[in-house]
């Protein structure tokens, strides 16, 4: 975290600034993005206003992938609600065989 100041024994001090920053760098830990990229992304913060328009292509990016996760997930929780049914009403019943017929 090269933004983050240090005291003179070494210890970070970290200004509300650094703190959204690690927000960001969290929330792009989240999306699954290779901690290279996210080095490459605070490299480009540093360079300032010049790589404004790599920033906001990338963020472009994250955004398309965590939209097709949250359709996978949707997905993924439609299975999960429809066997939650499914042994819901087969307990109900003391047996799948209520499903067969």
Known sequence: ???????????????????????????????????????????WCQEGDSSLTQRYEMFLERKAKVEAQMEELKKTMEIIDHKCHYYMTAVEAGTEEIHKS
């Open 1 to 43: 975290m090269p933004f983050v100041e240090r005291s003179p024994s070494g210890q970070r001090l970290f200004k509300d600034s650094d703190i959204e920053a690690l927000r960001i760098i969290q929330c792009l830990k989240l999306t699954g993005m290779p901690l290279k990229e996210i080095k490459g992304f605070i490299q």
